[in-house]
């Protein structure tokens, strides 16, 4: 099984802060946790939103524990649908919107997860596939 | 940049009280933060209500953190919207109804929130709008 | 019964600000509660330690939900003693050192609180005083 | 002021890193926090403990909070000292053992804090004076 070293982790965070370096987004919160939903890494760009620090890291947490990204969590969240309430459970650790991503080894095995805020749902997102395609390729 | 020190956030509440004063809005809990999202200033008004307190505190909080006010976050925060689930994060401190205001310096830069709960959410805005309008003459 | 009005916790407070432009202590927060153990009016004096936000707050919530000023909890909760353990309870909102004093009406009914919070704990009791006094004159 | 950027942080953090490299010391959670007490970098080294990863960033928060390293509130916070009980004031934040060292620019004005455990607190000490003498060097 591929582990989230920091090594990984820092990989994954530089490539993310690559992305918003090259492109219009706003400065990003990135986090990274490793298969037991405990964080390796963590940075805020300067100027990042100071919400940002809890959301990013608790995107990742969600994505790790769930096994899903967060936007797959944003519609199943939704009033009548499945996980409705799923946002309450965990002492509100659970995302539900999009820029949490499960890190999956070869295998198809999530082995820890990444979560990205600070900007609009769809920046958060595009930024965390980012970090996640370094990961792929790493 | 523009600094939210005491006197600063003494200017925006008494202005905001001078608002309830002079109009028919019942009496507020107002709230100001620094750029950290630390708390300055805090006043409740004789016969605001108790959930003001906290209330008042977390809206000044979203709005620095998220450099958003708080009715922004409310739209955004609706069933099918991109920030459905916000006011779950952050152990619950997002407020997603009006009465947040973001402070900004003369360049656009947030430099604190200011907070207002104990009426309607109309009455909330107005007398947020009143400290910000204070802090923008100030 | 007196009231800890607004009007009331602000003279408290400025008083106990006055005090420290005087003197030679450190910046403070400063705190008032109701006898429901409730925030009234709260000052962040500029530069004073961030820790010092929840502190004061503790102190005059410790003093009012007791009766008792904080530093008398400080030796009622050593090792041994009655009450120790007490800083535990309450969500951690007992506070086990000086600085939280109750306010009292000339019948010795506890009617509110005051809570000061920035310098060393013989300083923030000065400063505290500089406020009941304020309060008991007022 | 000096700003704890995310360049500044990523520098403490490598410096303390290293430091665990060279010497005998197991691996260390890292955590550098702003003048707001807002989390700014975290690294957790491959093998530290889990616990480690709340009590680094504690670690942070108790330095700026209370603009004090740790060993110091550990001297003060023993049974019978001054600040008796602060380990539970703050939602339990403040850490009362060693390894949290506040970041001072040139003047002396407290601009963010480091945070550093995995090990002894004594090796959690070394650990992070390597990395405030390469902020003090940056």
Excluded: W
């Excluded at 769930?66 to 009033?79: G, N, R």
């Amino acid at each position: 099984m591929t582990e989230v070293t920091l090594d990984v982790a820092t990989e994954i965070i530089e490539a993310s802060e690559n992305h918003v370096g090259e492109s219009d987004v706003p400065p990003m919160c990135i986090a990274v946790m490793d298969e037991g939903g405990n964080l390796v890494g963590f940075h805020r760009m300067d100027g990042a939103l100071l919400a940002s620090i809890d959301i990013a890291q608790n995107k990742a947490y969600s994505a790790v524990s769930l096994k899903l990204d967060t936007e797959t969590i944003h519609e199943a969240s939704q009033p009548g649908e499945s996980l409705y309430g799923i946002g309450e459970t965990n002492d509100g650790r659970i995302i539900t919107f999009g820029g949490g991503l499960p890190l999956e080894d070869d295998e198809g095995t999530v082995v820890g997860g990444i979560g990205v805020s600070g900007g609009s749902v769809e920046e958060d997102v595009e930024v965390a596939h980012a970090g996640l395609e370094a990961f792929e390729n790493g």
